[in-house]
């Protein structure tokens, strides 16, 4: 059966959602409380940026993609899909923190950020990065990407770390 354009959109927005979802219960998990949830994505009145609504204890804006053609193969090449996101969610964020998780079908979700979300993690958290670190490294330093599985992440800190009351 062939999709229409219409009915590729529509799929893709749910696939969005469920996963937006996915992220939270994730992210809730670790927190152990119900700090995050779901954002009203893609709806222009909304106040705040990003994917999931965080807690003012977790300074990042969060924004999820799930989404397939892409592979970690090209992922040291310029115009990589992911960095292509990446970079316009930063201008979006308007200098702001910014954590993309990403995933596809049959992958673990993985999370990318960049070098001011680095010094943050580093002055802020005093964060022990995790083992296994893959970075991709465009022409420019400043915007060097780091990149790992969102489990190895969440592993290296806690929430009470990030200055949540506990």
């Known amino acids: 059966m062939t999709r229409t354009r219409k009915q590729v959109g529509r799929y893709s927005k749910q696939k969005g959602k469920i996963y937006e979802r996915h992220v939270c219960e994730v992210l809730n998990k670790w927190a152990d409380e ?34 397939e053609g892409w592979s970690m193969e ?8 992911v960095r292509q996101w990446y970079t316009q969610l930063k201008e979006k964020a308007r200098g702001g923190l910014m954590l993309l998780v ?11 950020w960049g070098a001011d979300e680095a010094r943050w993690m580093a ?5 022990r990065m995790p083992d296994r670190v893959l ?31 506990v």
């Open 34 to 67: 119900d700090a995050f949830s779901r954002h009203w994505s893609g709806r222009n009145e909304a106040p705040e940026l990003g994917d999931v609504l965080r807690p003012k204890w977790f300074e990042p804006t969060i924004e999820c993609r799930k989404r």
């Open 74 to 81: 090209a992922s040291l090449r310029a115009d990589w899909i």
């Open 102 to 112: 990403f995933s596809r079908n049959g992958q673990p979700d993985f999370l990318m």
């Open 123 to 127: 002055e802020t958290i005093e964060m």
């Open 135 to 165: 970075m991709a490294i465009p022409e420019e330093r400043s915007m060097a990407l780091r990149m790992c599985l969102l489990k190895d992440w969440l592993a290296c800190t806690e929430p009470k770390e990030m200055g949540r009351d």
